[in-house]
């Protein structure tokens, strides 16, 4: 292709078509770009790439039995040669999946698992508590009972004292009222005696005057006795309603510490209950998990020995088929008939392999 010299030129590499620069002088004039610019991934120039468009279609045009049969001989081994690896992504990728699903699986069987465990923790922590405050309970229980009883002895110490006090009254009553017993009969031998004898009047007046006053002091003392015994009496009957209201809280407090002590009891009989069941549940869930666990190794093991026999057996088959394959681009090079571009492409095949 010519052009005058008033005419712009343009690369002649159909793919490109870039502008040229101007022709200097009268000497041959450049039809592709001298610019450094590539194609491909063989990284050819503008004559270079433009040589292989016109060789790949004359190899196109051109008729020949022979340049056809082993173009197709040469698509069917590059078949062969892809279709293990086809599978091979196939195998790999279902593997993939099972593998995905199984871990998958697992995971949410072990979270399961763990918040299994966090719930009987959760449980026996409250179990714990419960039993905790029954304890408490039953000690307060305990301490009322103690504080009752002491209050009951006292009570019991206060109304002994109470009686023996009223006894000594009684009997500080009965001394003086045998006092005045006998002051009376001897007021009665006084009077016989003033009655027989009256020159002995004035000494008898005295003393019948004497005996008086002291008679009179005795009701005295006797009606103070008798007070004093009243209200030793009465606190003696204060202390006693005391002590029986002292009685009635101890059997109170212990029926309170008797129900305390069943109800801590009974807590922690089904704290106990609880705990063992739940234990019993935890360590079957553990076994079931360990062994699903167990299972899914062993099906992991399986799936990635039968990948491995696999994988042996298509990369035997990939190298079987590339060594065919190299069987025949050898046979195809050493072919007399094949055309030289076409003997260049597979020359370069390996290279690019």
Request: charged share 35%.
């Amino acid at each position: 292709m010519t052009e005058d010299a008033g005419q712009a030129r343009v690369c002649e590499y159909r793919r490109c078509g870039a502008p040229l620069p101007p022709a200097v002088g009268r000497g041959s004039r450049a039809r592709f770009c001298q610019d450094g610019k590539t194609w491909g991934r063989r990284s050819l120039s503008c004559r270079d790439a433009e040589a292989v468009l016109s060789d790949a279609e004359s190899l196109r045009e051109s008729d020949t039995e022979l340049d056809d049969t082993a173009v197709t001989a040469l698509a069917g081994q590059v078949d062969r040669v892809l279709e293990p690896a086809r599978g091979l992504v196939e195998t790999l990728t279902t593997l993939r999946h099972q593998l995905e699903a199984t871990t998958a699986a697992a995971l949410a069987e072990r979270d399961a698992a763990v918040a299994e465990a966090d719930e009987h923790r959760l449980q026996r922590g409250r179990a714990d508590a419960e039993a905790a405050q029954a304890r408490d309970t039953a000690e307060t229980a305990v301490a009322a009972a103690a504080s009752a009883e002491q209050e009951k002895a006292a009570a019991l110490r206060e109304r002994d004292e109470e009686r023996a006090a009223r006894r000594a009254a009684v009997q500080e009553q009965q001394r003086v009222e045998g006092q005045l017993a006998a002051v009376r009969d001897e007021l009665a031998r006084v009077a016989d005696r003033a009655d027989a004898t009256a020159a002995l009047a004035g000494e008898r007046a005295a003393v019948i005057a004497t005996v008086t006053a002291e008679l009179a002091a005795a009701r005295t003392a006797l009606d103070e006795e008798r007070g004093r015994g009243q209200a030793a009496a009465a606190r003696a009957q204060a202390a006693e309603t005391r002590a029986d209201a002292v009685q009635d809280r101890f059997d109170a407090a212990r029926a309170d510490h008797a129900r305390a002590v069943a109800d801590r009891e009974a807590a922690l009989d089904r704290a106990r209950a609880d705990a063992e069941r739940r234990q019993a549940g935890f360590d079957q869930r553990l076994a079931e998990l360990q062994a699903a666990h167990e299972q899914t190794v062993r099906s992991m093991h399986e799936t990635t020995t039968n990948l491995g026999a696999e994988l042996r057996a298509a990369l035997g088959r990939a190298d079987a088929a590339e060594r065919e394959l190299g069987g025949v681009l050898t046979a195809l090079r050493e072919t007399s008939e094949l055309p030289e571009t076409l003997k260049q492409l597979l020359d370069r095949r390996p290279e690019e392999h």
